[in-house]
């Protein structure tokens, strides 16, 4: 199964957006799946704030993972993520036109009244998943071969 798909899987299981992504490549980084989870659980919905799209969030957890080592304690080594960061970054917005959640969703979730009008209209499904999809392929394409 592709990573996007399995993602897409486990987006559409209930986890949340960053979790859906961190979770289909942590094994390949020895993180567990319940370390997983609980690393990437308040970055769902934009930290809750409805800042940073947490698909986006969760791949970018996963850059770190790939292209750090412990190089990255240093500014210098933090500064070797700069280029797939910028890259996954305007490629997602290319795809799904912004990279906060009230621009994935066109609303504003933080509302509970605003959210299950959202969950009733399905843009959970209809906007939330192609951008777990969209991070997940634009990661895959980043990411070093191996």
Request: aromatic content about 4%; hydrophobic content about 45%.
């Amino acid at each position: 199964m592709q990573r996007a798909d399995r993602a897409v899987e486990l987006f559409r299981d209930g986890k949340a957006c960053s979790q859906a992504v961190l979770l289909a490549w942590s094994p390949d980084f020895g993180l567990d799946d319940d370390a997983a989870l609980r690393l990437a659980a308040p970055f769902g919905s934009g930290m809750r704030l409805g800042g940073t799209c947490g698909a986006l969030t969760g791949a970018l957890m996963v850059l770190g993972l790939a292209m750090c080592d412990e190089g990255c304690a240093t500014r210098e080594g933090r500064a070797l993520t700069a280029a797939p960061i910028a890259a996954l970054t305007e490629r997602f917005v290319a795809r799904v036109g912004a990279t906060d959640c009230p621009g994935v969703l066109g609303c504003d979730v933080r509302d509970p009244d605003v959210a299950a009008r959202a969950r009733a209209e399905g843009l959970y499904e209809s906007r939330c998943a192609p951008a777990v999809r969209a991070a997940s392929e634009i990661l895959q394409d980043l990411l070093p071969p191996g």
